[in-house]
Each structure stands twice: as structure tokens, then as C-alpha cells.
């Protein structure tokens, strides 16, 4: 297996790892109505994110994609969805932290599917 598969490979676990936990932190916070208490529900997902964000400029840089290609959308709707993920939690009216949390939701689901379908390749 090559490094870059290999990175590939640790670039979808991390990204599940980021989705799963921002749902599960939505259905805590704006669901359960429950506070984020505890090291795992705060930190982790700032840890995923960033390994998440550094994995995939080691596998821009290591395979020479374009910003002008489908890499490209996929970086602007990973940043869509962090950006909606920090205003969902840091949201104070509720049906606004609601709607940001499923836009933010969906975003993550298209992320998924530009990665997987790779649009103009």
C-alpha cells in the first residue's frame, strides 16, 4: 500500500470520525437539550477537524489536484460545514442552532458525495 493510499485511507476514517461526532454533539446539545460536558464532546471534534483539515492538504499536496477541480468544491463545503458546526453550537436561538446544525448535516453528506464521485474527472 502506498503512502498515499494509506493517507487516503486515514483521511475517511478521520472524516467519518468528524461527521459521526457532529452528530452525535447535535443530538446532545439540540435534541437532548443537554450541555457539551466533558473533554471528549469539546475538544475532539477541534482535534478531528484539524487532523481531518491536515490530511487532506498532505493528499492535495502529495497527488497535485487543482482548486479548479472537484478538490476545489470539496475543500469549499468542508469549510461550509465547520463554519455551520461552530454557529450551530454557538448559536443562542434554538431553531436558528437547529437549522444550522441539519444545513450543516447536509453539507457534510455533499461533501461525501463530491469525494466519491469526483465530478469531472
Given at each position: 500500500?502506498?503512502?498515499?493510499?494509506?493517507?487516503?485511507k486515514l483521511h475517511i476514517?478521520?472524516?467519518?470520525?468528524?461527521?459521526?461526532?457532529?452528530?452525535?454533539?447535535?443530538?446532545?446539545?439540540?435534541?437532548?437539550?443537554?450541555?457539551?460536558?466533558?473533554?471528549?464532546?469539546?475538544?475532539?471534534?477541534?482535534?478531528?477537524?484539524?487532523?481531518?483539515l491536515v490530511s487532506g492538504?498532505?493528499?492535495?499536496?502529495?497527488?497535485?489536484?487543482?482548486?479548479?477541480?472537484?478538490?476545489?468544491?470539496?475543500?469549499?463545503?468542508?469549510?461550509?460545514y465547520l463554519v455551520l458546526?461552530?454557529?450551530?453550537?454557538?448559536?443562542?436561538?434554538?431553531?436558528?442552532?437547529?437549522?444550522?446544525?441539519?444545513?450543516?448535516?447536509?453539507?457534510?453528506?455533499?461533501?461525501?458525495?463530491?469525494?466519491?464521485?469526483?465530478?469531472?474527472?
Open positions: 500500500m502506498s503512502a498515499c493510499e494509506l493517507l487516503t476514517l478521520i472524516a467519518l470520525a468528524s461527521g459521526i461526532g457532529f452528530g452525535l454533539r447535535g443530538h446532545v446539545r439540540l435534541i437532548m437539550d443537554r450541555p457539551l460536558n466533558g473533554p471528549l464532546l469539546r475538544i475532539g471534534p477541534h482535534v478531528a477537524d484539524t487532523l481531518l492538504f498532505a493528499l492535495w499536496i502529495l497527488s497535485g489536484w487543482s482548486l479548479w477541480s472537484w478538490f476545489g468544491l470539496k475543500l469549499g463545503l468542508v469549510v461550509a458546526g461552530v454557529r450551530a453550537f454557538r448559536s443562542e436561538a434554538r431553531h436558528r442552532a437547529v437549522l444550522m446544525y441539519l444545513a450543516g448535516l447536509l453539507v457534510f453528506l455533499a461533501t461525501a458525495v463530491v469525494s466519491a464521485v469526483k465530478p469531472g474527472l
